[in-house]
């Protein structure tokens, strides 16, 4: 295992290598131009039938190619996206949106912005690793248990982003289901099961999740 910076917190099952990671990072703020872009670059969002997809998919509650960039929720979607992006792009993974970002309450901090998403994460040949950047922080946690490169094995990722407009902080979380671990011990129902797991602990984090001191935050 890589070390783990002080602003990020990794758990791992010893057993099943699922990770939990949580990030508190600088608040992404996209400008305009970078803010279409994004808007122009996002990938396809599997339908609910997608055979990839461990647990049943929600549909997405807005377009964000034919949205307004001036709009809060807009940027908030958006900025969504560009995590995950930024997340794969890092590792050297192509991902696919199972479930595109889209808004939820948190009972525990009813002011803030935060999001859900989740994606399905397939490695890819890294040539010439020597040369390459080299993965950082979450990306760094979650390559030391992700499919050996070029394996074309899936991980699914799910993903709450939390925005703290008052702090300028976001702060994310990952849960990772790496699928070679499960899929070689034999047992057919094994990933669905522990993608079920991975949905009621993103829940219970959901329902649970609270900032007692914000002084934390500078």
């Known amino acids: 295992m890589r070390p783990v910076p002080d602003n990020q917190e990794a758990f791992m099952s010893n057993t099943t290598h699922t990770n ?3 990030e508190i990072t600088e608040r992404l703020e996209l400008d305009p131009q ?3 872009e994004q808007l122009q670059s996002q990938p396809a969002t599997a339908s609910s039938s997608s055979s990839t997809s461990a647990i049943p998919t929600q549909p997405t509650t807005q377009s964000l190619a034919n949205t307004n960039i001036n709009d809060p929720l807009t940027q908030d979607l ?4 560009h995590h995950l992006h ?3 792009e ?3 993974d192509s991902y696919e949106i199972l479930d595109a970002p889209r808004p939820i309450n948190l009972p525990k901090i009813p002011n803030a912005r935060a999001y859900l998403a989740q994606a399905l994460l ?3 040949p890294r040539y010439h690793q020597q040369q390459q950047q080299q993965p950082q922080g979450i990306s760094a946690a979650l390559s030391a248990t992700a499919a050996p490169p070029g394996t074309g094995e899936t991980s699914t990722c799910h993903f709450l982003l939390i925005r703290l407009k008052e702090k300028s902080t976001d702060i994310i979380v990952y849960i990772v289901v790496p699928h070679a671990v499960l899929e070689s011990g034999g047992d057919p129902a094994a990933v669905a099961r522990e993608e079920m797991f991975a949905h009621e602990a993103m ?3 959901v329902d649970s999740f609270e900032i007692r001191d914000y002084g934390l935050f500078v």
């Open 90 to 92: 890092v590792s050297g």
């Open 122 to 124: 397939t490695s890819r």
């Open 78 to 81: 958006t900025a969504a996206a």
């Open 34 to 36: 970078q803010l279409q």
């Open 20 to 22: 939990i990671l949580t």
């Open 86 to 88: 930024e997340l794969c």
């Open 203 to 205: 829940g219970r984090i």
